[in-house]
T-cell receptor, first 113, second 114 residues
């Protein structure tokens, strides 16, 4: 069974710092990995999708990498801003598991002004 | 605007009173699914649909029903809600149900069953 773990569970940084969020998964037979952002009490916003054949994706200040062999993904946020404060979730889709996302527990990020 | 919508956004009900949470997408997506989010348990899939009239169970289907009569709509039905179904519910959709298509989520429905 696929397990997805995110470390750290919570992170507090001063504005302007570059930071890395980690995601690990136990089964490397995946189609893709997707990073989401969730604001308190709100829905999930898709940030980046990395196909299993790719090693990284970039969108603005965000860069996500994927290493299937080691079962890891990282989300890099450059020059963090208070508006980046949210919970960040990673999720994988396993091969032969339909299109079901298996989620990590999330990293709660607070960026202080 | 491409989006997934859910209604209602908030619902408080009593044990045993049947309810339906609607989900609609305007992106002509084939695949739709429902998740629930609970503290300490994260997001778990309830049901999914690969296309019209094709539905199947996810990880936690007990106590729920779904239907997919039209491509754009995928309602979640709780025929006899119980307090353990108090949760935050999300509907999601993607272009295809195979190959790992990017998924888009609705804003969520917060359900409280007393």
């Amino acid at each position: 069974k696929q397990e997805v773990t995110q470390i750290p569970a919570a992170l507090s940084v001063p504005e302007g710092e570059n930071l890395v969020l980690n995601c690990s998964f136990t089964d490397s037979a995946i189609y893709n990995l997707q990073w989401f952002r969730q604001d308190p009490g709100k829905g999930l916003t898709s940030l980046l999708l990395i196909q299993s054949s790719q090693r990284e994706q970039t969108s603005g200040r965000l860069n996500a990498s994927l290493d299937k062999s080691s079962g890891r993904s990282t989300l890099y946020i450059a020059a963090s801003q208070p508006g980046d404060s949210a919970t960040y979730l990673c999720a994988v889709i396993r091969v032969n598991a339909g299109n079901m996302l298996t989620f990590g527990g999330g990293t709660r990020l607070m960026v202080k002004p | 605007e491409a989006q997934v919508t859910q209604n209602p956004r908030y619902l408080i009900t009593v044990t045993g009173k049947k309810l339906t949470v609607t989900c609609s997408q305007n992106m002509n997506h084939e695949y739709m699914s429902w998740y629930r989010q609970d503290p300490g348990l994260g997001l778990r899939q309830i049901y999914y649909s690969m296309n019209v009239e094709v539905t199947d169970k996810g990880d936690v289907p007990e106590g729920y029903k779904v239907s997919r009569k039209e491509k754009r709509n995928f309602p979640l039905i709780l025929e006899s809600p119980s307090p353990n179904q108090t949760s935050l519910y999300f509907c999601a959709s993607s272009l295809s149900g195979t190959g790992g298509s990017e998924q888009y989520f609705g804003p969520g429905t917060r359900l409280t069953v007393t």
